[in-house]
């Protein structure tokens, strides 16, 4: 049974457009969300969190937006660079608890030139 | 300030065998964790650890142990390696909620 689902495993955007992706769960009682970026042959790194209280958190050009209604949430990239290709899992959990932190599946995302 | 460390990065395993996957952090972080990610998959919490002395099994722990004698060190012993660990494993350490370090992977495959 998949929590947290990143229906989408893939996303090919243009260098300077946006970048959406897109992560939906299943269980309301999560109330901490996280973005990770991972490059090839290296660990995931921490990109940018958000916690149920919010429904947006912005670090430069990262901006993530949370539906609590529709147990969704996503991750813009504006403007999308070469560098951000990469694959990027979102996860989720009970805050104060992050054994209990849920990763979905990832979308690999190529920004082209 | 080397954050997460792992070792080895590639081991090749035969049916039955065992070994220990390293992870040292020298960040004097409380919270590590042992993850596993299998292809296609996202990342599934093996073993975690709240302080030395203190250990819990995660999502998927079984065929595996763990140990915290000290809060720099966090390795995963793997008894009777079966081709179902066939994975790449991850080490992590945190502070706080959430932001978990990771390390750059041990890829194991078992033959």
């Known amino acids: 049974d998949q929590q947290v689902k990143q229906n989408s495993p893939s996303l090919s955007v243009q260098e300077g457009r946006i970048s959406i992706l897109n992560c939906d769960y299943t269980?309301?009682?999560?109330?901490?969300f996280l973005w990770y970026k991972k490059y090839p042959a290296e660990g995931p790194t921490f990109l940018i969190s958000i916690s149920s209280i919010k429904d947006k958190n912005e670090d430069g050009r990262f901006t993530v937006f949370l539906n609590k209604s529709a147990k969704h949430l996503s991750l813009h990239i504006v403007p999308s660079q070469p560098g951000d290709s990469a694959v990027y899992f979102c996860?989720?959990?009970?805050?104060?608890?992050?054994?209990?932190?849920?990763f979905g599946t990832g979308t690999r995302l190529q920004v082209f030139p | 300030n080397a954050g997460v460390t792992q070792t080895p990065k590639f081991r090749i395993l035969k049916i039955g065998q065992s070994m220990t996957l390293q992870c040292a952090q020298d960040?004097?972080?409380?919270?590590m964790y042992w993850y596993r990610q299998d292809p296609g998959m996202g990342l599934k919490l093996i073993y975690y650890s709240v302080g030395a002395g203190i250990t819990d099994k995660g999502e998927v722990p079984n065929g595996y142990n763990v140990s915290r004698s000290t809060t720099e060190d966090f390795p995963l012993r793997l008894e009777l390696a079966a081709p179902s660990q066939t994975s790449v494993y991850f080490c992590?350490?945190?502070?706080?909620?959430?932001?978990?370090?990771f390390g750059e992977g041990s890829r194991l495959t078992v033959l």
């Open positions: 992590a350490s945190s502070y706080s909620v959430g932001e978990l370090f």
């Open positions: 996860a989720a959990s009970f805050l104060y608890n992050t054994d209990k932190l849920i």
């Open positions: 960040m004097n972080h409380n919270y």
């Open positions: 269980n309301s009682m999560f109330d901490y």
